[in-house]
């Protein structure tokens, strides 16, 4: 026998539920506006249709399914391939990732080296010890002096407190 949520527990969900189906649509790249509209939409929708609900956990998923889908059947009832106005674009260049670029050009070639192969190419300490650069603990040292260094580079060029958490926090790295 299927248990049908009351009043009640509809409301309750209702109440903390709305604030995230917001969340989950301006994540989805709605704009804050359409969003609110949406999930306003969805949770009415839900509560029209509560019976259908099999299993009450699931609520929230069920609401953020439905406010999609509403999202959708809005921009297909208007038949046009404009987004709208206050749909959340990401910008195209990461800001931080052209700070990190000039910040690396103050490296010496060897440092810029060590990082990528580290950082990117997956190189333990120990890896890179084998290939000559001293022993592993002298590699994890060079290493967090380098990342230090860059921190304080990175805290300059931006004029803030920002930028620390480009290369980690600072702790060494185990082999």
């Not at 300490?125 to 380098?146: C, E, F, M, N, P």
């Amino acid at each position: 026998m299927t248990q049908y949520m009351t009043q009640e527990q509809f409301a309750d969900a209702y109440a903390g539920g709305l604030r995230l189906t917001v969340r989950f649509m301006v994540s989805r790249g709605v704009g804050p506006d359409t969003a609110e509209e949406a999930a306003q939409a969805a949770w009415v929708r839900g509560w029209e249709r509560r019976r259908q609900l099999r299993n009450p956990k699931r609520l929230q998923t069920w609401v953020n399914a439905i406010a999609l889908n509403v999202l959708r059947n809005e921009y297909r009832r208007r038949q046009t391939s404009e987004l709208p106005l206050d749909i959340a674009i990401p910008p195209r260049a990461n800001p931080r990732a052209i700070d990190l670029r000039r910040v690396l050009e103050k490296c010496k070639p060897a440092e810029r080296e060590m990082l990528h192969k580290h950082y990117i190419a997956g190189y333990t300490s120990k890896d890179l010890a084998a290939q000559g650069d001293g022993t592993a603990s002298g590699v994890r040292v060079r290493l967090l002096r380098l990342r230090r260094r860059l921190q304080t580079l990175m805290r300059e060029k931006r004029g803030r407190g920002q930028g620390a958490s480009a290369f980690g926090n600072g702790q060494p790295t185990a082999a």
